[in-house]
């Protein structure tokens, strides 16, 4: 899959983001004023980057994994982890999704990750 640059437009305000977002029923950010407000430009930045990145791809695989991801961020409803997360490209957003999927692992079974080998009792 060719690599997509994806940059927001400057232009884009956070209330057009809103707009956008309301349009097509995505859940409303939780947080303060502030946060929203740049939450709202990097959610539309990452969400719409993926769907540039999905139409560049081909196959249905690509397609559902992408449906997948997308649906994973939009689970995220608070301000501030979108914030903490803004550095992310679409390129990389399924190194997050694996990040926290193995965050969610370790909390259930420790830290070990799945596949790690386990060390033979001397």
């Known amino acids: 899959m060719p690599i997509v640059a994806v940059v927001a437009p400057a232009n884009v305000s956070s209330s057009a983001s809103r707009t956008w977002a309301a ?3 995505y859940p409303t ?14 959610r539309r930045r990452l969400v ?6 999905v139409r560049a791809g081909q196959g249905a695989i690509r397609t559902q994994k992408a449906q997948e991801t997308r649906e994973w961020l ?8 979108w914030i903490d997360n803004r550095n992310y490209q679409p390129s990389t957003i399924q190194q997050l999704r694996y990040k926290a999927v193995l965050e969610i ?14 060390k033979a009792n001397p």
């Open 105 to 118: 692992y370790g909390s259930f079974f420790g830290t070990r990750r799945p596949g790690a080998a386990r």
């Open 74 to 81: 939009l689970s995220h409803t608070e301000a501030q982890w």
């Open 29 to 42: 950010l939780t947080g303060n004023p502030s946060q929203i407000e740049f939450a709202e430009t990097v």
């Open 23 to 25: 349009r097509r029923g």
């Open 48 to 53: 719409e980057g993926l769907n540039r990145a």
